[in-house]
């Protein structure tokens, strides 16, 4: 069989290696950190920094195709992987690990981002707060997930205890939305484009709690507007794989809030609700094999987080048969740190 090299080597990369071993691939996982949920699940495993050059030449050496499920990989080290393709593409990655070359990105391609500008010092984050005002979020522009990195600016006052010496921030509006949601395409090999039904998602100090398909009513009117954007970004950037564009739904229109070039936690729902997950769908366009089909297959879906102490539950999710429990095998539980979800499927919006 063929070997898929993952760059990552967190709960997305143990996912995809879990789709790729049913359609009979092995993976070979690339992560930093030896304390790999991915690796526990691939053949092969190296570990090394993402910079070491040498070592990102002989695994793609031993990989026919190569992906990452980590959108901070750094990209200047990249072409070390030589002529095994790399899929989704590096452009994708630069843009999307940069909130400002992102947002500037999809601006270009005719979507509408919250007010935003660059902030590097004193002088431009006054100027920001004076054009843009205050509720607003300051974003590192680099390197935040699950809403780290992030400072929630609701008045002037906030500001005094802010030092920003240097550090690349991007300042953005705070936008009054009614809900948020996700769109999420595959891009096969030849530019076939597929979207899963778009999830209404909640968020608990920064982090996704929750997942649920079909979206409410106000979500729905704006999702084809917002499909449309993601089929122009990501043929722009000659996409191959699963990518995710997370949107505000507000009185004006989708806002596009920031895109990730791989699966997504508001995508888990498709393993069992829907024809086919977005990790198959994923391996499949990466291996260029024709696309699975995104369609729901029940009314509706419901998708939960286990974060941090939620996970010492798991027995009892488990003891419920509509429950369908997902452990990613993380050694320590830390608080604000994803350690499995729960789908159910549901015969209406409410079960
Ligand atoms: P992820 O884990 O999704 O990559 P992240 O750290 O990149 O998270 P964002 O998606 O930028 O963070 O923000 C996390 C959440 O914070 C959003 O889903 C939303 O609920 C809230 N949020 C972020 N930016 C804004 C904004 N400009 N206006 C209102 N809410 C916001
Ligand atoms: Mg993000
Ligand atoms: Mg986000």
Redesign the pocket.
Known sequence: GSTIGILGGGQLGRMLAMAAAQLGYCCHVYAPDGDSVAADVSAGFTCAPYDDTGALAEFAAACDVITYEFENVPVAPLPSLGDTPLRSPARALEIAQDRLAEKRFVEQHGGTPAPFMAVENEAEFTAALERIGTPGILKTRRD??DGKGQWRIMSPRDTEDLTLSGKQLIYEGFVDFTAEFSVILVRGLDGEIRFWDSAQNDHSSGILSRSVVPAGAAVASQVPAARELAARVAEALGYVGVLTLEFFATEKGPVFN?M?PRVHNSGHWTIEGARTSQFENHIRAICGLPLGLTDTIVPAVRMDNLIGEEANDWLSLLADPANHLHLYGKAEINPGRKMGHVTRLLTDGHG
């Open positions: 935040g997930y920031e990730a």
